[in-house]
């Protein structure tokens, strides 16, 4: 009587179901675990940037520093800033602030720039992104999203070109970017509004506008 054995390619394809398997498995750990990872390390980043704001003066006035008392200090400051800020008292001490800065030649357009950034970003205003564009580069059909910020003239030889300059914001810290400068006709106008593009910057593209569609002029 013979004993029969398992052929090999069953034993090949349990191996390869079971690589299968452990693979599916390996990977449904690796989705879980890095969005916790990566929030885990952006809020631990996020906490030793607040925390050390204030770490210098805290260990100057007390002597000893506590981790997360630089945390605690830099949270109730920006509250109380906006407290301050919010009332009428407050809003009179910084127009008063706003003027004296003005008439600082040099410091004035640091500041001036600085609050039109803000301003920028926060939606206040909208006298710094004039446009939404689409920027081709480095290659064809490779495009950065930017917003003008103003135009110009460049004057040349053969008669003068219509220019803009264009600001990209780097992700996810928006607020830094690069600043080109090109020829008007080289980049294409978008037909959405300023906060519809910062919100597909920022949230790196996962909360965009269901189409880009481009201004006709």
């Not at 004296?100 to 909208?126: C, G, M, Q, W």
């Not at 495009?143 to 780097?170: A, C, Y």
């Not at 607020?175 to 920022?202: H, M, N, P, W, Y």
């Given at each position: ?65 506590i981790p997360g008392l ?52 926060t939606f206040t205003e ?92």
């Amino acid at each position: 009587m013979r004993t029969k054995f398992p052929s090999n390619s069953k034993k090949v394809s349990k191996r390869r179901s079971l690589y299968k398997s452990l693979r599916r498995i390996f990977m449904a750990g690796i989705l879980v675990l890095i969005p916790v990872i990566m929030t885990f390390i952006a809020v631990k980043w996020l906490f030793v940037l607040v925390d050390g704001i204030l770490k210098p003066y805290i260990e100057l006035l007390f002597g000893i520093y506590i981790p997360g008392l630089g945390f605690i200090a830099t949270v109730l400051l920006i509250f109380l800033s906006g407290l301050f800020a919010t009332s009428y008292g407050g809003k009179r001490l910084i127009n008063l602030g706003d003027q004296f800065l003005e008439h600082l030649p040099f410091i004035r357009r640091i500041y001036d720039a600085s609050k039109d950034i803000v301003n920028a970003f926060t939606f206040t205003e909208a006298k710094v992104f004039k446009e939404v564009v689409l920027l081709e580069m480095p290659r064809k059909d490779l495009f950065f999203i930017g917003f003008v910020t103003s135009e110009l003239i460049r004057k040349n030889v053969e008669g003068q070109d219509e220019m803009v300059t264009v600001f990209v914001p780097s992700v996810p810290m928006f607020t830094t970017g690069f600043l080109f400068v090109t020829r008007k006709d080289s980049v294409r106008f978008l037909d959405i509004s300023i906060e519809e593009a910062l919100e597909l910057i920022v949230s790196g593209g996962m909360v965009s506008p269901e189409t880009l569609p481009i201004k006709t002029v």
